[in-house]
């Protein structure tokens, strides 16, 4: 029998006592009548005892919310919980103009132009999860020849994949060129561990 519960009882006989006022004969047990000052003093005891029981039963149910003791989810991010990343764009040595469309898993997510008056753009962009997400890049840069001294432009593709982690920055880096064609790619400027609990299957 725990704590709370005998006081429970001993206040529920106390208040009956309080109530009835004796002169009570169940089988082998008797309780003789008694006075008016006693039966109050009874009920008093007898709500005191309740009140007890039950504030005891709550204070020993009542979890532990330490919280180096709770158990955090570990569910995937949801919908309404987006991750953020940052891509970003710098103009290069000898560039007077680039204009970049970022395209993330199919959809346009983001477009950069910058010149001399404007030499670099960031832009945030929301995903679903964290995770691996393919993305293409496409545009043009006009860029001044080291020959002629002459602007010519030139186109931009790029693809690959990228792993996405909240926070993460990302910027636009040359990977080759071909002819009138650049190929640049997206590269992890600051990249933060991807979390166990939001890996996912592309």
């Known amino acids: 029998m725990t704590l709370d519960l005998i006081s429970f009882v001993l206040g529920a006989a106390l208040l009956v006592i309080g109530l009835i006022g004796g002169g009570i004969q169940a089988k082998e047990i008797t309780i003789p009548a008694i006075g008016t000052s006693i039966r109050i003093g009874a009920s008093i005891f007898g709500i005191s005892f309740i009140i007890l029981g039950l504030w005891l039963g709550n204070r020993f149910e009542q979890p532990d919310i330490n919280p180096e003791n709770t158990v955090q989810p570990s569910t995937p991010t949801s919908a309404s919980e987006k991750i953020l990343f940052i891509a970003r764009d710098q103009l290069g040595a000898n560039q007077k103009k680039e204009k970049i ?7 346009q997510a983001g477009e950069f132009k910058i010149d001399s008056t404007h030499p670099a753009a960031s832009t945030s962009i929301k995903v679903p999860a964290e995770g691996e997400y393919p993305y293409a890049l496409s545009g043009y840069v006009d860029e001044i020849d080291n020959e002629d ?16 982690t909240k926070g993460a920055i990302f910027e636009f880096k040359v990977k080759g060129s071909s002819g009138s064609t650049i190929e640049l790619e997206l ?5 933060r561990p991807l979390r166990a609990s939001s890996l996912r299957d592309i």
Not at 101 to 107: D, P, R, S, Y
Not at 149 to 164: A, D, F, N, P
Not at 187 to 191: E, H, N, S, Y
């Open 187 to 191: 590269t992890p400027l600051i990249a």
């Open 149 to 164: 001294e002459e602007v010519k432009r030139y186109s931009i593709v790029g693809q690959g994949t990228i792993l996405i």
């Open 101 to 107: 469309t970022l395209f993330i898993n199919g959809a």
